[in-house]
């Protein structure tokens, strides 16, 4: 059974930073595409970063140049570093994995909030 654990989420401040992690286990298959998601409250859930294993990443515009994705194969976890925060990255995050049968799995959110 493919467990994510999330962490790193809380209250930052506007201008301020945050770094979440998710870890993954239990995943009989390679791990291939690693990413992160977003949902604010009456919103969708949309696509804020993602990462292959060869380490090929893809942002949302909203977040290039603040957000920065990145990934520990050996550890299976993905990192997203945010910085220069706004009131609108306020949303709660989704650690996403597809695996090499592109079977999905998602974790089970942390909630960041950004306000002064």
């Known amino acids: 059974q493919v467990q994510l654990v999330e962490s790193g989420g809380g209250l930052a401040q506007p201008g301020g930073s945050l770094r979440l992690s998710c870890a993954a286990s239990?995943?009989?298959?390679?791990?291939?595409?690693m990413g992160w998601y977003r949902q604010a409250p009456g919103t969708e859930r949309d696509l804020v970063a993602t990462i292959n294993s060869g380490g090929f990443t893809n942002y949302a515009d909203s977040v290039k140049g603040r957000f920065t994705i990145s990934r520990d194969n050996a550890k299976n976890t993905v990192y997203l570093q945010m910085n220069t925060l706004k009131p609108d990255d306020t949303a709660v995050y989704y650690c996403?994995?597809?695996?090499?049968?592109?079977?999905?799995?998602w974790g089970q959110g942390t909630h960041v909030t950004v306000s002064s």
């Open positions: 996403n994995l597809r695996n090499a049968i592109r079977r999905t799995y």
């Open positions: 239990g995943s009989a298959y390679s791990i291939d595409v």
